[in-house]
C-alpha cells in the first residue's frame, strides 16, 4: 500500500500536470523570443540566443509568478473570515499555480535548449528542475546543487531510473515547503499581499536562474550513450549535450 507521503506527492503533481503549458505553447513562446533574438543580433551564435532567450522567459514567469502571488493573497485584506479564507484556499491555489508556473518556465528553458518536450524526459526534466530548484531555494534540497555539474549527472541519472518516484518526492517536499511560507499571506490588514507578490517573484526568478545554469552545464558536458542490455561495457566514444 502506498504511503501517505507518496500520495500526496502523486495528487500535487497530478494537479500541476494538469495545469502545465503544452509542448506546442512552450514552443510558440520560444520560437516568438528566437525571432526577436535573431533579428536583433544576426551574427550571434545559437548559445548566446539560448541564453539571451532563457533569461527572457525567467523574467516573464516571475512576473507572472508575482501576480498569482498577489491575487491569492488580496482576501487577507480582510481581518476575520477573510483572513481564514486566505489561510485554506488562497494558500492551495498559491501552491498549485506557483509551482505550476515552474513547472511552464522550466519547460521553454528545455524548448530553448534543444529539448523534444514531445518526449517523457524532457518534460520529467522539467519537472525535476522546478521541484529542485524550489527545495533548493528553501534549504530543504537532497544536498547537491542543482546549477553544478553534480546537479547535473543528478537529474540524467534520475532520467535513466525511477524517474516517476523521484519526481514525485520532490514535489512532496516542494509542496510543503511552498505550503509553509504560503501561509504567511494570510497575514491581516494587506501584509500578506506584499509577501506573496515578491516572494513569488523572488523564488521564481530564482528557480529560474538554477535552471538555466544547469542547461548550461548540460551543454557543455558530454554525455555516456546509453549501452545496449545485454552487452558487455565497452569504452565509448562521448557525444555532447543538446546545443
Known amino acids: 500500500m502506498p504511503s501517505e507521503k507518496k500520495v500526496s506527492g502523486s ?7 494538469a495545469l502545465a503549458i503544452s509542448p506546442a505553447e512552450a514552443k510558440n513562446t520560444v520560437q516568438s523570443y528566437l525571432r526577436q533574438s535573431q533579428k536583433k543580433y544576426p551574427a550571434d551564435s545559437e548559445s548566446q540566443h539560448q541564453d539571451r532567450i532563457a533569461d527572457k522567459i525567467v523574467e516573464r514567469y516571475a512576473k507572472y509568478a508575482a501576480m498569482v502571488g498577489g491575487t491569492s493573497a488580496l482576501t487577507g485584506i480582510i481581518p476575520g473570515i477573510g483572513t481564514a479564507i486566505a489561510a485554506s484556499a488562497g494558500a492551495a491555489t498559491d501552491v498549485t499555480f506557483c509551482m505550476k508556473l515552474q513547472v511552464d518556465m522550466c519547460m521553454c528553458l528545455a ?16 519537472f525535476l528542475l522546478a521541484g529542485g530548484g524550489t527545495l533548493e531555494k528553501f534549504d530543504a534540497s537532497t544536498g547537491v546543487k542543482i546549477a553544478s555539474q553534480a546537479g547535473v549527472h543528478m537529474l540524467r541519472n534520475y532520467l535513466q531510473g ?14 510543503i515547503s511552498l505550503t509553509r511560507r504560503s501561509m504567511a499571506k494570510a497575514l491581516p490588514f494587506g501584509v500578506g499581499v506584499a ?29 555516456k550513450k546509453a549501452r545496449p542490455k545485454g552487452h558487455p561495457a565497452k569504452r565509448r566514444k562521448r557525444t555532447l549535450a543538446p546545443s
Request: hydrophobic share 40%; charged share 25%.
Open 111 to 126: 524548448e530553448a535548449f534543444n529539448y523534444d518536450l514531445e518526449t517523457e524526459d524532457a518534460r520529467y526534466l522539467s
Open 195 to 223: 509577501i506573496g507578490s515578491s516572494a513569488n517573484y523572488i523564488l521564481t526568478r530564482f528557480v529560474g536562474h538554477q535552471a538555466k545554469t544547469w542547461f548550461i552545464l548540460d551543454r557543455s558536458i558530454p554525455k
Open 11 to 17: 495528487r500535487f503533481l497530478k494537479a500541476v500536470e
Open 162 to 175: 525511477a524517474t516517476l518516484v523521484a519526481t514525485r518526492q520532490l514535489f512532496e517536499e516542494a509542496g
